[in-house]
């Protein structure tokens, strides 16, 4: 069972590059997030999904898409990469349904440097 | 939004020993839950223990527990009989019933266990 996957592990970009973060979840979750973890800061949702075409913006969005055209995929894309992009970015999921205190499913995180 | 606040930047215990980490919240609902989670030098995030706002009941994890005091808006780890490998960070999330799943975490508590 492989749980969350995230790719890449590291990236280094420059200014104005974009990329895309990968996330794949096995576990058929109706719930997808992304969170980015800076120094000091804790971690801040950036946007989320709750259902295949469905997506929603969190605390941090500028700078971020994201689509959900699968239940096993919800990638982050990075339009023009900045400096202030700099961070680690996790991605989690959960069951869907009748909110319970479901637990979250992190993957292992993306180290991204924006230089 | 809510906001969490961990007021404890770092925190240490003799291994054996018993440590409480701090952890309050900003809220109007009524219907919440909240979390502790476990970050090691690995990154993984690994759910320590979860608490409904409903239940005036403790939860329990084996060596953790928590003592919530909703009125106070309060949600403190204990963690009794520290060992070596309970050296981490400590965050601890909130989430409410209706907001989609989102969770907010504070900046989190780094816990180093001596021998």
């Known amino acids: 069972n492989a749980g969350v996957t995230q790719t890449p592990k590291f990236q280094v970009l420059k200014t104005g590059q974009s990329m895309t973060l990968q996330c794949a979840q096995d576990?058929?979750?109706?719930?997808m997030s992304w969170y980015r973890q800076d120094p000091g800061m804790g971690l801040r949702l950036i946007h989320y999904?709750?259902?295949?075409?469905?997506?929603d913006q969190g605390e941090v969005p500028n700078g971020y898409n994201v689509s959900r055209s699968t239940t096993e995929d919800f990638p982050l894309r990075l339009l023009s990469a900045a400096p202030s992009q700099t961070s680690v970015y996790f991605c989690?999921?959960?069951?869907?349904?009748?909110?319970?205190?479901?637990?979250?499913?992190f993957g292992s995180g993306t180290q991204l440097s924006v230089l | 939004a809510q906001t969490v606040t961990q007021s404890q930047p770092e925190m240490s215990v003799q291994e054996a020993e018993t440590v409480t980490l701090s952890c309050t919240y900003d809220?109007?609902?009524?219907?919440?839950?909240l979390f502790w989670y476990k970050q090691p030098p690995s990154r993984q995030m690994i759910l320590v223990i979860r608490?409904?706002?409903?239940?005036?009941q403790n939860a329990t994890e084996n060596r953790f527990s928590v003592n919530f005091q909703k009125a106070a808006k309060s949600f403190s780890l204990k963690i009794s009989d520290s060992q070596l490998g309970d050296a981490a960070m400590y965050f601890c999330?909130?989430?409410?019933?209706?907001?989609?799943?989102?969770?907010?975490f504070g900046k989190g508590t780094s816990l180093l266990v001596t021998p």
């Open positions: 989690a999921s959960s069951y869907g349904g009748i909110a319970t205190n479901e637990k979250l499913f």
């Open positions: 576990m058929n979750h109706e719930y």
């Open positions: 999904s709750v259902g295949a075409g469905i997506t």
């Open positions: 809220t109007s609902e009524s219907d919440y839950y």
């Open positions: 608490q409904e706002a409903y239940k005036q």
């Open positions: 999330a909130y989430r409410s019933r209706y907001s989609g799943y989102a969770l907010n």
